[in-house]
């Protein structure tokens, strides 16, 4: 027997969950709490696998690596919090969630390509063009890619005709992070090892100060794979850093995850004024 298709499986989701979305309260509510139930049920069984895999299992962590690459596997990790979702796909989701109101009154929004600090969208249909709706961006669109995306400062809207992958293409820039945050001394730049990493806490916050070939860049200390703290990471001469536990690599400057496109580590703005490193802890 053929295994369903990952579009169909997706699809099949989507006409159970818009069956309940239309059913009368209070049945719509018992229906919903039923669903997050075996969500959470489905969540804790998934994430004890991964430990069991990690921790207990010769080669599990190899194993949890190529799982993850799996599509199907990987929306799963990233339904359960297992992988932490990256920009695109925050972007992604943030759109699926104004997209409704985008076609109830003006077309249709795509996202283009997300390039921390810019996301670019496109808008089709009745909305192209139109004054009106690129005003309306800021408010509804741009505000929700904001909210989602702490990578994304700004927000550029796509000529209509432009191709994907046309970077000269943007003709309009609407919503814009409104920068807030708080500067905080860190360390000493030179007490940073070079190239490498330090551990450093701020309050709550568990940071990880990484350099590399004179360039400061800051990251939440948790990997985006399991979560697991950075302070032995190694910053390799091609500028990758290496999380010691299982191996996944990122770029050093961005956090980028070069083992799952589309992953990456939490990310800080990070600056060296007068010899010391400079965190604002507003995410980026
Ligand atoms: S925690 Fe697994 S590679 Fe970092």
Redesign the pocket.
């Known amino acids: 027997m053929s295994r369903p298709a990952f579009e169909d499986l997706a699809n099949e989701l989507d006409v159970a969950i818009a069956a309940v979305d239309s059913l009368p309260e209070p049945a719509r509510t018992k229906a919903k709490n039923a669903t997050e139930a075996l969500e959470r049920f489905f969540s804790e069984a998934v994430a004890q696998q991964v430990r069991i895999l990690r921790d207990q299992v010769e080669g599990g ?1 190899a194993a949890l690596a190529a799982l993850a690459a799996d599509p199907l596997v990987r929306t799963l990790f990233l339904a359960t919090g297992v992988l932490r979702p990256g920009p695109t796909e925050r972007a992604e989701r943030a759109l699926d969630l104004v997209r409704p109101y985008v076609r109830s009154h003006w077309g249709e929004v795509e996202l283009v390509r997300v390039e921390p600090p810019v996301a670019y969208l496109r808008f089709k249909g009745a909305c192209d063009g139109c004054v009106g709706s690129l005003s309306s961006l800021e408010d509804v669109v741009g505000q929700a890619i904001l909210a989602a995306v702490a990578e994304v400062e700004r927000i550029e809207v796509m000529d209509a005709a432009a191709v994907v992958g046309d970077r000269d293409a943007p003709v309009a820039m609407s919503a814009t992070r409104r920068h807030g945050g708080t500067w905080l001394e860190g360390p000493r730049f030179e007490d940073v090892p070079a190239p490498g990493v330090l551990a450093w806490r701020a309050g709550e916050r568990n940071l990880l100060i990484v350099s590399h070939q004179g360039s400061v860049s800051c990251f939440e200390n948790a ?1 985006a ?4 703290p950075l302070d032995r990471a190694t910053v390799g001469s091609d500028g990758t850093l290496r ?1 010691p ?4 690599t990122y770029d050093a400057r961005t956090g980028e995850s070069l083992n799952l496109p589309g992953v990456q580590l939490l990310s800080y703005e990070a600056r060296v004024t007068a010899g010391r490193v400079m965190i604002r802890l507003e995410r980026r």
């Open positions: 962590s990997c794979h399991l979560g697991m999380c536990w299982h191996g996944f």
